[in-house]
C-alpha cells in the first residue's frame, strides 16, 4: 500500500509563493506517474500539474507559467513550486500517484492519493 502525504499549505497574499511537497512511502518515483489535482469549494477537483515516470510535466493553462511540478526520486518527494499565486488558486490541494511508464492527467487514471493540504490566497 502506497501512502502519500502532502504538507507545506498555508495562507498567503496575492503575488507570494508557496512550495508544497509529497512524500510516499514504499516507493520510488522514479516507475510513477504523479499529479497534483486541487479542489475550490463548491468546484469539482482539477487537475493542476502531472510529471511522467520519465520527467515529462503538464500542466493546467490556469496555472502554466506560475507552477512548477518536480520530483526528487531519492527523497521520494514530489513538489510543486507555485509563485504569483492569486485568491482563485485557493483550494484544498492533493497529490496522486500512479505506477505508470507514462503520463497521467484524469482523476480516474490515479490509484492512490493524500488527504489533501489547505492553500489560501489573500487579496
Known amino acids: 500500500q502506497v501512502q502519500l502525504v502532502e504538507s507545506g499549505g498555508g495562507s498567503v497574499q496575492a503575488g507570494g509563493s508557496l512550495r508544497l511537497s509529497c512524500s510516499a512511502s514504499?516507493?520510488?518515483?522514479?516507475?510513477?506517474?504523479m499529479a497534483w489535482f486541487r479542489q475550490a469549494p463548491g468546484k469539482e477537483r482539477e487537475a493542476v500539474a502531472s510529471?511522467?515516470?520519465?520527467?515529462?510535466?503538464r500542466y493546467a493553462d490556469s496555472v502554466k507559467d506560475r507552477f512548477t511540478i518536480s520530483q526528487d526520486n531519492r527523497k521520494n518527494i514530489v513538489y510543486l513550486q507555485m509563485n504569483v499565486l492569486k485568491p482563485e488558486d485557493t483550494a484544498m490541494y492533493y497529490c496522486?500517484?500512479?505506477?505508470?511508464?507514462?503520463?497521467?492527467?484524469?482523476?480516474?487514471?490515479?490509484?492512490?492519493w493524500g488527504q489533501g493540504t489547505q492553500v489560501t490566497v489573500s487579496s
Open positions: 496522486a500517484g500512479r505506477r505508470l511508464f507514462g503520463t497521467c492527467w484524469y482523476q480516474g487514471d490515479f490509484d492512490y
Open positions: 510529471i511522467s515516470s520519465n520527467g515529462g510535466t
Open positions: 514504499r516507493h520510488s518515483y522514479s516507475n510513477y506517474s
